[in-house]
T-cell receptor, first 118, second 111 residues
């Protein structure tokens, strides 16, 4: 148990559906991340939020929409996805030091949501 | 550019030592990490090393860093069947929050 929870653990959705993934961290961290893990690619960063502000958006299609209402919660809203979006979506959190970007060094991951798009 | 590479697979016998290797290309790495992922689970941080260190030991785990060759290794002593998992090497770069991950090495421990 890392202190980062994700729901649901498994999700099957059609291409016309709208769904949301939820992440919650209980570690008092101030930065949260969405990563995508698919079978044939290394782990890919999607979004970074620091102090509830989106600070990185790694060229992710607009059918993925993140939301960070507070420092403990992170959502990923999904709509009109494609079958190639099927993957494990991992949330992570970390505590950034006063040095800002690059000074955080321990990211704690949730168990992931296994998404299948049919 | 950013590139972290690992071999895909390693098989060892229970009780032997395992050595998982990683190479990276960006010399501005600040920290290098090893994560473990068991089936159906997220990534678990095992250990990390600051880029100005060359070795770190933590119980059965030893991390070696050769900064000149941009080579990182993880040695697991007395490998157990519970160590079977995928091991990811990752680096953090100066000025970037996100980590860059390798593709992972699948460690299979045979009884």
């Amino acid at each position: 148990e890392t202190g980062v929870t994700q729901t649901p653990r498994h999700l099957v959705m059609g291409m016309t559906n709208k769904k949301s993934l939820k992440c919650e961290q209980h570690l008092g961290h101030n930065a949260m991340y969405w990563y995508k893990q698919s079978a044939k690619k290394p782990l890919e960063l999607m979004f970074v939020y620091s102090l509830e502000e989106r600070v990185e958006n790694n060229s992710v299609p607009s059918r993925f929409s993140p939301e960070c209402p507070n420092s403990s919660h992170l959502f990923l809203h999904l709509h009109t996805l494609q079958p190639e979006d099927s993957a494990l979506y991992l949330c992570a959190s970390s505590q950034e030091g006063q040095g800002g970007a690059g000074s955080s060094y321990e990211q704690y991951f949730g168990p992931g949501t296994r998404l299948t798009v049919t | 550019g950013e590139d972290v590479e690992q071999s895909l697979f390693l098989s060892v016998r229970e009780g032997d030592s395992s050595v998982i290797n990683c190479t990276y290309t960006d010399s501005s790495s600040t920290y290098l990490y090893w994560y473990k992922q068991e089936p159906g689970a997220g990534l678990q941080l095992l250990t990390y090393i600051f880029s100005n260190m060359d070795m770190k030991q933590d119980q059965r785990l030893t991390v070696l860093l050769n900064k000149k060759d941009k080579h990182l290794s993880l040695r697991i002593a007395d490998t157990q069947t519970g160590d079977s998992a995928i091991y990811f090497c990752a680096e953090s770069l100066r000025g970037r929050r996100a980590l860059t991950f390798g593709s992972g090495t699948r460690l299979q421990v045979q009884p």
